[in-house]
């Protein structure tokens, strides 16, 4: 099932730190998104990349903590057999105050609510847990990584991807940025198996990423938001378009001809919970 915004949200308007547009509005900008005229476009790339990736490993019932809009369901329902959302309200309640008037149109998108600390899921009843870029925002990461692999089944996979170099964002809820040693520690400390934790980009595109979005929040941001977001000033943002897209396409380019992952955007982490041994 798949929520429209416009059906519970003013049209064009702005509420909290959220921007709502119209129907023309949305694929126009779902079209920028996806091209070097958006700032984030290296970004956005490479998440984009990293989660397409884990969808082979996705199998059985699929839980997704911290949910959000959902970003990613289309890409791993099909390989599924059901696709649960769970998200934790107050987080939701940031980004849009008037959530709680919303609630059946928020059901389309997000199935449970709670807490990572205390999973309202019964021990080993998920076959895959996904997380998409949510542990940075939790104050025990390591806690929520022992709670998702507690509901995981014998063989069952966790699939997760953090940031490395990214701004602070989602404020004031941004309290870490992860390596691969630290994220090795969480999951075999939760009793899983590392199966791989690979680097989203490299320093090239890790570098451009930066550099775009620096350019694009000190000549081209109207004001910043609470959370740590921009809001563009259009004109400014409409001059600086074609220097952050050639900036981006030029370290994209450099990106496939050096492959030095000492800093890159992040990570894509895949775990397994052992099989049940026979006694």
Not at 50 to 68: F, K, N, Q, R
Not at 74 to 79: G, R, S, V, Y
């Amino acid at each position: 099932m798949t929520s429209d915004p416009d059906s519970f949200s003013p049209r064009g308007k702005r509420v909290g730190v959220v921007h709502y547009r119209g129907h023309v509005g949305q694929r126009l900008n779902a079209w920028r998104k996806r091209t070097p005229l958006n700032p984030y476009w290296l970004d956005w790339r490479h998440l984009r990349r990293s989660v397409e990736a884990l969808v082979p490993h996705a199998s059985g019932t699929l839980l997704d903590v911290g949910v959000s809009e959902g970003p990613y369901r289309e890409l791993f329902e099909a390989h599924v057999d059901q696709y649960v959302g769970l998200e934790y309200p107050p987080s939701i309640l940031d980004k849009q105050p008037e959530m709680w008037e919303m609630l059946p149109q928020v059901k389309a998108l997000v199935q449970v609510f709670g807490d990572g600390a205390h999973l309202p899921v019964r021990s080993g009843s998920v076959r895959t847990v996904l997380s998409t870029e949510v542990l940075e925002h939790v104050p025990d990461p390591r806690a929520l990584v022992q709670e998702m692999a507690r509901v995981l089944e014998p063989g069952g996979k966790l699939l997760l991807t953090v940031p490395f170099i990214q701004p602070l964002h989602e404020l004031p809820s941004d309290y870490f940025r992860f390596t691969p040693s630290s994220l090795e520690r969480f999951v075999v400390d939760a009793g899983l198996e590392v199966i791989s934790i690979t680097p989203r980009g490299n320093f090239a595109t890790a570098n451009g990423a930066m550099l775009s979005q620096w350019l694009i929040r000190s000549f081209g941001a109207r004001r910043r938001q609470s959370d740590g977001s921009v809001i563009p000033s259009p004109l400014r943002s409409l001059l600086l378009m074609p220097l952050t897209a050639a900036l981006q396409v030029g370290f994209h380019l450099a990106s496939l001809v050096t492959n030095d992952e000492a800093v890159c955007q992040g990570y894509a982490v895949v775990a397994r919970r052992p099989e049940s041994r026979a006694s």
